[in-house]
């Protein structure tokens, strides 16, 4: 048995890196994540704690961005360990783990001080072609499947929260049942990014290189436009800074995918589940103590109750 102080050595080990090369490394709340050049290049070494992620639902992921990577997307793709796995898995004191690496997304990382319209329509013709090519996708087996829209949104809406924020959950109720209703096929539902936003591709010169596929799972495409849009305006919701970014995504995603304008009119609907889910993640977080939250926190929940009431 090893303990988490030994991890990451061997992890190193397995995926053949030399530990004097380490860039960086930290912690996060579900994964250990460091960094390390190999010449020219450098790698990323993903360890994820099984209770976040079992090392099957791993593979599926592996295997959806390979199937990516073969379509000619721009995607940060798996690197195999000495052994050739792509999908190592190792046991500590405290937990199982499941290390991947992954070539790092080349180009430059961006800030919001990057936003414009040429950037919308580019990420949103890369998320169309994405969509368009994850219609034929089929996952490898049962096992490795991603799990549904639902798991997240059912998860936060058994949170127990005060009953002064009674009205939020019956929102965001509200909404989840409404979502549920929504027919599935091939042209409109399929395996997502769900976390598509700047802090998650680089850019070089015009491709997007994306990457941070950890949140990917099963939901309607548009649900993953949704979420482009509530991060790239969260802090500024208002309608004609939503209306700014959408249109121009929207002209890059037309280029690579076709949806029917009924799916576009659903929009807002997956935006407010996502408005909804986060002040409620962030209340639970901090027992509705905003001061305690950090400063994107602070910002985000200033009279977010009435805007959403509001919805």
Known sequence: MLNQNKLLETVVRLFGLNPDDLLSHHDSEHSIIASYRIGDISVFLRMTRATHRSTDIIRGE????????????????????????LVEEIMTDEDIYTAVCFEAARGQRISEADYNAKLFRLMGSFMGKMHNATKYYEQPSIQSKRSDWSAEVDQ??????????????????????????????????????????????????????????????YSWFVDDIAIAVFFATALDPMDGAREKFLNSFLEGYSLENDLEKSWLDEIPNFIALREIGRYIKLYRACGGRFEQLHQWGRSYMQNRKERILRL
């Open 62 to 85: 592996i295997d959806w961005i390979e199937f990516l990577s073969d379509k000619d997307l721009c995607v940060s793709r798996p690197v195999r360990s000495v052994e050739g796995q």
């Open 156 to 217: 936060i809406a058994n949170f127990e929260l005060s009953e002064s924020e009674r009205q939020i959950v019956e929102r965001y109720s509200d909404l989840r049942g409404h979502i549920a209703m929504l027919p599935k096929s091939r042209e409109s539902y399929g395996l997502i990014h769900a976390d598509f936003h700047h802090g998650n591709f680089c850019m070089n010169g015009d491709t997007i290189y994306l990457y941070d596929f950890d949140a990917c799972r």
